[in-house]
């Protein structure tokens, strides 16, 4: 199956490591992998914060870019959802655009759940050793139902220990530009967050959505944590 | 009341630094979310009968002249009479009308968020009607200085058994106590004066019901029941899309309500009140008003925040909120906290009173997915925004700023340098560590944070460069 990876604007700039573990993990499937060059951004923060022209235009870009492709595969739970969710309510207005979007967006998919549901990926590559602890980022989770997929995957590798935190649901409080506009309350939910993670005595808090992870890993720095690992799990699943 | 929901960020940091708000706070989290997981087990089908309830409000409301209208027809013919206030003004007027009226001097009251929203307290005062909450956490706000109400079902979750404990000593002359059963009854036996002597009760009204006429009132104390049956006089004060069709819908919702707010399966109390006493009863008023309040409400009827409207007032979404949580209700601003608050106090008191509310949310979803009558708070958060940006509200380098991302983002060639210039520039201020613990572009960040270090290299750079290698 050839896979077209989008590969999204944080994992772009901050964590390419994750692209490629993503591209090791799709191949490893069986799959094809194609990154479109010309790719950016979804446009999800455009759109979180009300400037919908902005959030059209760069719809359209991608729709154009990926939908000659079988399926396309994220990283991210919450890119993956606002180009099947929301880019249809963006373009509601463009009859002929909005049909595009609606049947690119049927095959857009998070990375785990395109892994676990479509591709059927047998044996990861990873090798972990050691006790971690999930979070589940809210959009994947609620919106897409992302929640046995990346712990089936977790539970291929023999040496990794799952031991769940309480409030694993629980937002971590990033929530895009709200970590920017509201920087104290996004800080002191991730605190909790943090605790909650800590208290399981895990050596890496894993997600699925880089932009939860820097908020985590950011807030654990600054409470002096500097050895408890914060890790993309497609970095677990192939020991990136 | 005067909002204070332009003042939102410095209203939450100060909650931050509040010690007794944050650990109140917690364990009112625990309380609330826990208690309602497990009452919700209770039902069979959860899922269908909050489909239901949405229904059931979402008829009334798509009709909401012709509910209203028989509504006003039954209660009248019950003896009540119905009068219809435009706004917080009108509500105040209407009362005080009553009050002089009937002669009244002092007013019990049970919770009533419309009386919030008008400011009903100071002009009761102000005409020489003395007002009296009764409710218990109501009352220990009005006694602290007329403080306003920090949640919809629990207004003084935010506050600690000490501070209640001095109040009650300095406000009543007795001697300090911290034992909850015995403040509740010290607040019990200044209240039965208060009851015994009012002429007249104000309460709000859970659900009006257009079949019979009546209000339903939902609550856990007994003072509910005293307002609304003991004085002369009883107004209700109610929004318009509180109605709703028969008897039997009032029980698939209060199959939710309870349950939602408190994780009750039932509340103490549950009062249908119809119409006025008649000849040979014992109980009941003389005579019954019904307000029924527009205060913004109409002109959401029919527009996209129409879904609002079905709103219950349960609570449910502030309690599950991440940043309701962590700041409490008072720093909203206005009656109404948490993500409904932050969609009501924009569309009741103007989109340019309340610019920070629509984003005072991680659009985490978590308040949809609990809401009983399913309403889509994110989706109405960013409609808000949205609407905030085409009348121009927010501040132009907010506006600029995606713009120029978006700009930038459809230029693949540019976007590609920018980024490659932007990590570097990251790296630069990491200076080697993991993490950067000062970020000018965006201070806000690492007020309370460090941002991890960039890798070094974008992930088109070293994509490229794989391909030329490999
Ligand atoms: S919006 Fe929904 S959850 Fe929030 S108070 Fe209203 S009914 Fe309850």
Not at chain 1, 136 to 147: A, H, M, P, Q
Not at chain 1, 213 to 233: A, Y
Not at chain 2, 241 to 266: H, Y
Request: net charge neutral; charged share 25%; hydrophobic share 40%.
């Amino acid at each position: 199956m050839k896979v077209a990876l989008f590969v999204t604007c944080l994992v772009d700039l901050m964590r390419p490591r994750i692209g490629f573990a993503a591209i090791e993990l799709l191949e490893a499937a069986g799959c094809e992998v194609v990154v479109p060059p010309s790719q950016t951004c979804c446009g999800q923060p455009a759109w979180n914060s009300g400037d919908r022209a902005a959030a059209a235009k760069l719809a359209k870009k991608v729709i154009a870019e990926f939908e000659a492709y079988e399926a396309i595969v994220a990283p991210s739970g919450s890119c993956a959802d606002h180009i099947r969710s929301e880019y249809p309510v963006i373009l509601a207005d463009e009859p002929e655009w909005q049909a595009r979007a609606v049947a690119l967006g049927s095959r857009v998919y998070e990375l785990t759940d395109f892994l676990v549901n479509v591709a059927k990926l047998e044996n990861v590559p990873g090798s972990f050793t050691g006790r971690i602890t999930y979070h589940d980022s809210c959009t994947g989770l609620r919106s897409l139902g992302i929640k046995a997929q990346p712990r089936a995957l977790l539970a291929k590798l023999p040496g990794v220990e799952l031991q769940e935190m309480n409030g694993a649901e629980e937002c971590c409080g990033f929530g895009g530009t709200f970590s920017v506009k509201f920087g104290e309350i996004s800080a002191a939910i991730a605190e909790r967050k943090c605790a909650n993670a800590c208290a399981t005595g895990a050596a890496a808090i894993v997600g699925g959505d880089l932009g939860c992870l820097l908020n985590i890993e950011g807030k654990l720095r600054r409470m002096g944590d500097e050895s408890t690992q914060v890790l993309h799990i497609a970095e677990v699943l192939t020991a990136k | 009341m005067e909002s204070r929901a332009h003042r939102f960020k410095q209203n939450a940091v100060d909650s931050l630094a509040n010690p007794v708000l944050q650990a109140s706070m917690k364990k009112a989290k625990g309380k609330f979310v826990d208690k309602r997981a497990i009452a919700i087990k209770e039902i069979d089908d959860f899922e269908a009968t909050r489909e239901a309830a949405k229904r059931i409000r979402n008829q009334v409301i798509e009709n909401l002249d012709l509910w209203l209208e028989k509504f006003e027809q039954t209660a009248t013919a019950r003896g009540a009479k119905v009068l219809w206030a435009k706004d917080g003004a009108e509500i105040c007027r209407l009362v005080v009308e009553i009050g002089k009226q009937h002669g009244v001097k002092k007013a019990v009251k049970s919770k009533s968020m419309l009386s919030e929203e008008a400011g009903l307290n100071l002009a009761l005062a102000a005409a020489g009607i003395q007002p009296v909450e009764t409710d218990l956490g109501e009352y220990i706000l009005q006694i602290n200085d007329n403080e306003p109400p920090s949640h919809i079902i629990a207004p003084v979750v935010h506050k600690s058994l000490d501070e209640v404990a001095d109040l009650f000593h300095k406000t009543h002359h007795t001697p300090r106590k911290t034992d909850i059963p015995q403040l509740t009854r010290e607040a019990r036996e200044v209240l039965r004066e208060h009851f015994l002597t009012a002429e007249m009760g104000i309460s709000g009204g859970n659900f009006l019901i257009a079949e019979t006429g009546s209000v339903a009132l939902v609550t856990n104390e007994g003072n509910g029941r005293m307002v609304t049956t003991l004085p002369r006089v009883h107004v209700v004060v109610t929004g318009i899309e509180k109605v709703i069709p028969t008897l039997e819908d009032l029980a698939t919702l209060m199959r939710l309500l309870p349950r939602s707010a408190t994780g009750q399966s039932i509340s103490n109390y549950v009062s249908v009140l119809t119409g006025t006493k008649a000849e040979g009863e014992s109980d009941g008023p003389e005579h019954l008003y019904f307000i029924l309040v527009d205060n913004g409400r109409a002109e959401v009827v029919g527009s996209e925040f129409q879904d609002m409207l079905r709103c219950i007032r349960c609570g449910a979404c502030m309690n599950h909120c991440p940043v309701y949580q962590t700041i409490g209700g008072q720093a909203y601003g206005w009656v109404y906290p948490g993500p409904m608050g932050s969609v009501l106090t924009p569309l009741y008191t103007g989109l340019e009173n309340a610019l920070d509310l629509p984003h005072a949310a991680t659009l985490c979803n978590q308040c949809g997915v609990v809401c009983p009558v399913k309403i889509p708070l994110p989706e109405l958060l960013r409609k808000l925004r949205e609407k905030q940006v085409e009348r121009h509200l927010r501040p132009w380098f907010e506006r600029l700023a995606f713009r120029l991302w978006a700009w930038v983002a459809s230029r693949p060639a540019l976007y590609g340098l920018g980024t490659r210039f932007a990590v570097r520039y990251l790296e630069w201020l990491a200076d080697g560590k993991g993490s950067i613990s000062r970020l000018g572009l965006a201070p806000e960040w690492t007020q309370g944070r460090n941002f991890p270090a960039p890798e070094g290299k974008t992930f088109r750079e070293l994509y490229a460069q794989r391909g030329r290698n490999g």
